[in-house]
């Protein structure tokens, strides 16, 4: 299976509901970050979290980082229509100076108004 | 400051065509990346610029694959000649400099379909 996978792989929700999404991972890594990417855009970078923080947020999003069990959750509060995207996580690892990411699979988000 | 652009935002090709992808990475990033996704796949790296060097191209997947930096500013990502599995988004990536709370600044990506 694949460095940064996404749990669940498809969420549907009403507005004004909390989302969740999770990721693991299975290497040590320096890193994690979340992205969104909106149906035929760029990704957008949300969070990063270093490997010795437990917890970030930013705005209605909390994101969570639990290293001794390589995984991490993405939160977004009170979510909004405008939050219909799909979302990956990517680690990062230092070696030889190469600072490439690695990402999941996604998790689609559809938020229904 | 102006985002990672990249060109062109589609091209449709034959098979057996070539196509030169462009990235502008932010003004004074010296980390520059490639990735790309295949159609229902993970989003997947291919290599690593730093300024006008190959840091690492461990991610790309054959000889069809040449991707330059001259000047370490800009990249070109050529694909020749382009077969049918080359469709998907080629996503370029910058961040000032390497490190383990550098953040990846993406492109829009450009979206290839290769007939």
């Known amino acids: 299976s694949q460095q940064g996978e996404e749990d669940p792989q498809a969420l549907s929700i009403q507005e004004g509901e909390n989302a969740t999404m999770n990721c693991s991972y299975k290497?040590?890594?320096?890193?994690l970050q979340w992205y969104r990417q909106n149906s035929g855009r760029g990704l957008v970078h949300l969070i990063l979290i270093r490997s010795n923080e437990r917890e970030k947020h930013s705005g209605r999003l909390r994101v969570t980082l639990d290293t001794s069990k390589k995984s991490s959750s993405l939160l977004i509060t009170a979510s909004r229509a405008a939050d219909t995207a799909s979302y990956f996580c990517?680690?990062?690892?230092?070696?030889?100076?190469?600072?490439?990411?690695?990402f999941g699979d996604g998790t689609t988000l559809t938020v229904k108004p | 400051e102006a985002g990672v652009t990249q060109f062109p935002s589609h091209s449709v090709i034959e098979k057996g065509q070539t196509v030169t992808l462009r990235c502008d990475p932010i003004?004074?990033?010296?980390?520059l990346y490639w990735y790309r996704r295949v159609m229902g796949k993970e989003i997947k790296f291919l290599l690593h610029?730093?300024?006008?060097?190959?840091?690492?191209e461990s991610g790309m997947p054959n000889n069809r694959f040449l991707a330059e930096r001259t000047g370490g500013t800009y990249s070109t990502l050529k694909v020749q000649p382009a077969e049918l599995e080359d469709s998907g988004v080629y996503f370029c990536?910058?961040?000032?400099?390497?490190?383990?709370?550098?953040?990846?600044?993406f492109g829009p990506g450009t979206r290839l379909l290769v007939l």
């Open positions: 003004s004074g990033h010296d980390n």
């Open positions: 610029f730093v300024k006008e060097s190959k840091q690492d």
């Open positions: 990517a680690t990062t690892t230092l070696n030889t100076n190469a600072g490439k990411s690695t």
């Open positions: 990536a910058s961040s000032h400099k390497t490190g383990s709370a550098e953040t990846q600044y």
């Open positions: 290497t040590s890594i320096n890193n």
